[in-house]
């Protein structure tokens, strides 16, 4: 087989047959996602290089490769969720360093994918002072922020607790949970956040369900106070 080649395109959420060539298309349109079986690390590698910058991601499980498009939903849940992290740090003094979605990856695990957001927080003193992580050999971020308010075809968060991500703040659209990756190398549900002992995923879901009825600017202003008063 050659390197690039891939298998045959299956697509979610599945429908019935369309007798036209169209089908893909307009599936993918649909989902907002596309799943490739067989792919090789090398075109995963290629792929993420190529839409470096773009509003498409790439999750990546041994073999399997999902496309993701990315919602204004989502992009606005995880910018919103961003700016309290931050806000957050400043607040009690604890020294993050951001990036972003920065793409975690593996090769010898065979996975890999882009963050919706991510920290180094214990980490912070490796990359505080301008230093790039680099995915195949550094630590992975302290902290990751997942938005989860559309369907994925592959499981992220196994992917994650691999790569052996200690945090994750998970956000729904209704509901923020806070995990941390245990010894046997699951995740399991905290009240209170690893990274920022002290802060419950209650504190910070209500500012989160303000979203709607004001905007982020007054969100953020109301959570710094309420930030400024639990210190």
């Given at each position: 087989m050659?390197?690039t080649?891939?298998?045959?395109?299956?697509?979610?959420p599945?429908k019935?047959?369309?007798?036209?060539?169209s089908r893909?298309?307009w599936d993918?349109c649909?989902a907002q996602?596309?799943l490739l079986?067989?792919?090789?690390?090398?075109?995963?590698?290629t792929?993420?290089k190529?839409?470096?910058?773009?509003?498409?991601?790439?999750?990546?499980?041994?073999?399997?490769?999902?496309?993701?498009?990315?919602?204004?939903e989502h992009e606005?849940?995880?910018?919103?969720l961003a700016?309290?992290?931050?806000q957050l740090?400043?607040?009690?003094d604890?020294?993050?360093?951001?990036?972003g979605e920065?793409?975690?990856?593996?090769k010898?695990l065979k996975?890999?994918?882009?963050?919706?957001?991510?920290?180094y927080?214990?980490n912070?003193p490796?990359?505080?002072?301008g230093k790039?992580?680099?995915?195949?050999?550094?630590?992975p971020?302290?902290l990751?922020?997942?938005?989860?308010?559309?369907?994925?075809?592959?499981?992220r968060k196994?992917?994650?607790?691999?790569l052996?991500?200690?945090?994750l703040?998970?956000?729904?659209?209704?509901?923020?949970?806070f995990?941390v990756?245990?010894?046997s190398?699951?995740?399991?549900e905290?009240?209170?956040?690893?990274?920022?002992p002290?802060?419950?995923?209650a504190?910070?879901?209500?500012?989160?369900?303000?979203?709607?009825?004001k905007g982020?600017?007054?969100?953020?202003l109301?959570?710094?106070?309420?930030?400024?008063t639990?210190?």
């Amino acid at each position: 087989m050659n390197e690039t080649a891939v298998a045959p395109v299956s697509v979610a959420p599945r429908k019935r047959a369309r007798p036209d060539a169209s089908r893909a298309e307009w599936d993918v349109c649909q989902a907002q996602s596309l799943l490739l079986s067989n792919v090789t690390w090398r075109m995963y590698s290629t792929l993420v290089k190529l839409f470096d910058g773009t509003n498409v991601c790439f999750n990546y499980d041994q073999g399997e490769l999902e496309i993701v498009t990315k919602s204004n939903e989502h992009e606005g849940g995880k910018k919103l969720l961003a700016r309290l992290v931050e806000q957050l740090a400043l607040e009690w003094d604890v020294p993050i360093a951001g990036f972003g979605e920065a793409t975690l990856k593996r090769k010898k695990l065979k996975r890999g994918l882009e963050s919706d957001e991510c920290y180094y927080v214990k980490n912070e003193p490796l990359f505080g002072h301008g230093k790039l992580p680099d995915p195949e050999r550094d630590p992975p971020p302290d902290l990751m922020i997942e938005i989860e308010v559309s369907r994925r075809l592959l499981d992220r968060k196994r992917i994650l607790a691999a790569l052996g991500v200690p945090e994750l703040w998970c956000f729904d659209g209704r509901e923020l949970r806070f995990l941390v990756l245990n010894k046997s190398g699951q995740y399991e549900e905290h009240e209170e956040s690893l990274n920022f002992p002290g802060l419950k995923s209650a504190d910070l879901e209500q500012f989160l369900l303000m979203q709607g009825q004001k905007g982020q600017h007054e969100i953020v202003l109301e959570f710094r106070y309420w930030a400024r008063t639990r210190r």
